[in-house]
C-alpha cells in the first residue's frame, strides 16, 4: 500500500517562494525552492524565503529537490537551503544547472556536499520513477515532472503555456499522457496563477501586435535615429525574444542593460546556434553614445523600478533619459508593488512623454489560463487535482474549473501552505494535519532571520514616519544634565517644522529634570515616559509617529 502526503512550505496563496514537497512512502521529493519580493510593508527587507526547519529535521528522508525552471520564484532561495541542508541532490535541466550554478558561485556556502544534476530521461529513486519532460514557457530549460508508482502517477506542471515557443520549448499534452505507461493519473499539480483569465495563454502572449506601431513610427526618417527603451523582466526571456526579433526586423542594435538578462540570453545564443534572427548587439557601456539602440533595461521585479528610478534621476552611470526617447514598460506589477511602479512610471514622464505602458489587461505571463486548465484535466483526467502556486482565490478558481472538466468537486483540493493532503493506496483520508513552523523567513542581503510582527511594524514606522534621535551627558551623581540636548533626525524634521519640533522636544525633556531632587530621577523612566510623550506630541502636530530613541550618557 502506497502512502503518499502533498504539502507546500511556501507558493499557496502568496505569489513567489514556491516550494512543494511530495512525500511518496515517508520519502521526501522537493519540488522547486524560491523566493517572495516583499511588499511595501516589509521596509528594509531584501527577500522572503520559506522555513526550512521541517525539512532540516527530516534531511535523511531527502531524495532531492526537482527543480523545473530559474524564476526567482521557483529556484532562488536554493543557496540557503544549501546552508543548512547537506548532500542534496538537485536534480534539473543543462539549462537550469547552467544558471543555478552560477548563482550558488554567488554565496559563501561553507561545503561542497551537494549535487546539481541534470537529469534528461526517467530515473528511478527507490520505487518511485521520476520523468523529466520539456515544458514551453518564459525561459529555456523549463521541465515537468512525472512521479510514476507502481500502481499510478503523480504529475508536476508549473510555470508553462500550452503550445510550441521555438527555442523557449513546447508543451504536448497528449505526449506527456504517454508517459503514464498506461496508468492512471492519481493526482495532478498543477499552476493556478491565471486560471481566472479566460482563453489559452499561448494566444494572449505576443506583445509584437500590441507595440509593433512604436517601432514602425520610430523607423520614420525624422525618428529613425532616436532610441527605443523597453523595460521588462529579466526572467521574462520570452517577451525580450519578440523584442529582438523586432529590433532585427528594424535593423536596429540591441544593448542589453542588466546583468541577469545578458547572462541568459549569452547562453541561449551559446545553446541555439542555429538561430539567426539575432540582432547586433552593443556593449551596454556607450548605452548614451548609440543614437537609434533599442535598450533592453531589465531586472527583478522591484529592481526593475527602483533601475529605472535611478536612470531617471539622472544618477546611472551609463544611460540617461533623453526627452527624444520612445519608452515601453512591459513589467506589469505584482499585488503590493502598485504604488512602486505608479512612481517609476511618472518619474519616466518627466523626461519624455513618448511613453506606453502594457498593463496587466495587455501583458500575460507563461502561466495556464482558464482554457489551458481545463483542456489539462480533460485529456489527463486526474482522480485528484491541487492546484498551487497562487492566491487563494485563484486556486479555487481552479477547483471549478476541474469540476466543469468532469471532476467530483471533492477531488479538487485547495490548500494553504503546511496543510497536509494525506491519501493511503489513492484515497484522500485526511487534510486536517499542518505543519509546524510554516512561515515566512527574512533575508538581508546574504544573512537569514526570522521574520516577526514586531520587526515589520518597527521597519513600516521607520520608513513611514522617520526617526528622531536624543542624547545628552548626565552628571553621574548629581543626575542632572551636564550639556545641551543633542537632538538628530532622519526622514522627519525639515526646514519648516524644525522649529516647531526642537521646542516640543527641549521641552519635554526640561520638564523631567527641573524641580527634581537627585533621588527622583530614575533615567530608565525618564527615557521610556519621554519616549511615549514626543510621539504623542508630534503626532498631535504633523501626523507622524517617529521611531524615537533616547540615550542618556552617565559620566
Request: contains cysteine.
Amino acid at each position: 500500500m502506497n502512502k503518499i502526503n502533498f504539502y507546500a512550505l511556501g507558493g499557496l496563496d502568496e505569489n513567489g517562494k514556491n516550494c512543494y514537497v511530495i512525500e511518496i512512502n515517508s520519502k521526501l521529493y522537493i519540488i522547486n525552492s524560491g523566493t517572495k519580493v516583499p511588499i511595501n510593508t516589509h521596509n528594509g527587507i531584501d527577500t522572503l524565503i520559506c522555513n526550512y526547519e521541517y525539512l532540516i529535521k527530516r534531511q535523511n528522508d531527502i531524495v532531492g529537490l526537482f527543480l523545473t525552471d530559474v524564476q526567482n520564484k521557483s529556484f532562488s532561495a536554493i543557496p540557503w537551503i544549501l546552508m543548512q541542508i547537506r548532500g542534496l541532490k538537485i536534480y534539473t535541466s543543462t539549462f537550469n544547472r547552467i544558471v543555478l550554478l552560477d548563482r550558488i558561485s554567488k554565496y559563501n556556502i561553507e561545503h561542497n556536499e551537494f549535487q546539481i544534476n541534470v537529469i534528461d530521461k526517467p530515473q528511478k529513486f527507490n520505487d518511485v520513477i521520476v520523468t523529466p519532460f520539456e515544458i514551453a514557457g518564459a525561459m529555456p530549460g523549463q521541465l515537468g515532472f512525472n512521479f510514476e508508482l507502481n500502481d499510478g502517477n503523480i504529475l508536476f506542471l508549473t510555470n508553462f503555456v500550452d503550445g510550441n515557443l521555438g527555442p523557449y520549448g513546447k508543451t504536448d499534452i497528449e505526449g506527456i499522457k504517454n508517459l503514464f505507461n498506461n496508468k492512471e493519473l492519481k493526482i495532478l499539480i498543477m499552476d493556478a496563477n491565471r486560471s481566472n483569465y479566460p482563453g489559452k495563454s499561448i494566444d494572449k502572449l505576443w506583445v509584437s501586435k500590441k507595440i509593433e506601431y512604436k517601432f514602425k513610427e520610430m523607423n520614420t526618417p525624422e525618428n529613425q535615429h532616436k532610441r527605443i527603451i523597453v523595460g521588462l523582466y529579466d526572467e521574462d526571456m520570452i517577451t525580450a525574444h519578440e523584442i529582438l526579433l523586432l529590433a532585427k526586423k528594424y535593423n536596429r542594435p540591441v544593448i542589453t542593460y542588466g546583468r541577469t538578462y545578458s547572462q541568459l540570453i549569452t547562453l541561449v545564443k551559446k545553446i541555439n546556434k542555429n538561430l539567426d534572427h539575432w540582432p547586433e548587439f552593443i556593449d551596454y557601456r556607450v548605452a548614451n553614445e548609440v543614437d537609434n539602440a533599442i535598450i533592453l533595461v531589465t531586472g527583478a521585479i522591484e529592481r526593475l523600478y527602483l533601475r529605472f528610478l535611478r536612470i531617471a534621476s539622472n544618477n546611472d552611470v551609463y544611460l540617461t533619459l533623453k526627452d527624444s526617447d520612445a519608452v515601453i514598460i512591459i513589467a506589469p506589477p505584482i499585488n503590493g508593488l502598485e504604488v512602486n511602479y505608479a512612481l517609476t512610471l511618472d518619474e519616466i514622464a518627466r523626461h519624455t512623454s513618448n511613453l506606453i505602458e502594457l498593463g496587466a489587461d495587455q501583458y500575460y505571463a507563461c502561466n495556464p489560463a482558464k482554457q489551458d486548465i481545463y483542456d489539462v484535466i480533460k485529456i489527463l483526467k486526474p482522480k485528484y487535482f491541487i492546484p498551487i502556486q497562487g492566491l487563494y482565490r485563484y486556486l479555487v478558481v481552479a477547483s471549478k474549473i476541474a469540476r466543469d472538466a468532469g471532476m467530483n468537486l471533492n477531488n479538487a483540493l485547495v490548500l494553504q501552505n503546511g496543510k497536509v493532503a494525506e491519501f493511503n493506496d489513492w484515497n484522500l483520508v485526511s487534510q486536517k494535519h499542518t505543519l509546524r513552523n510554516i512561515g515566512d523567513v527574512i533575508i538581508d542581503g546574504f544573512g537569514i532571520g526570522d521574520i516577526s510582527h514586531e520587526v515589520i511594524k518597527e521597519r513600516e514606522n521607520l520608513a513611514r514616519d522617520g526617526v528622531l534621535a536624543l542624547s545628552c551627558l548626565i552628571d553621574y551623581k548629581t543626575k542632572k544634565t551636564i550639556n545641551e540636548l543633542q537632538i538628530i533626525s532622519y526622514g522627519l524634521i525639515t526646514k519648516d517644522n524644525k522649529e516647531v519640533i526642537h521646542k516640543i522636544v527641549e521641552d519635554l525633556f526640561n520638564k523631567e529634570f527641573v524641580n527634581k531632587k537627585t533621588s527622583e530621577i530614575d533615567l530608565k523612566d525618564i527615557q521610556e515616559r519621554l519616549r511615549k510623550s514626543i510621539k504623542r506630541k508630534i503626532y498631535k502636530v504633523l501626523e507622524k509617529e517617529p521611531l524615537v530613541v533616547i540615550t542618556l550618557y552617565e559620566i
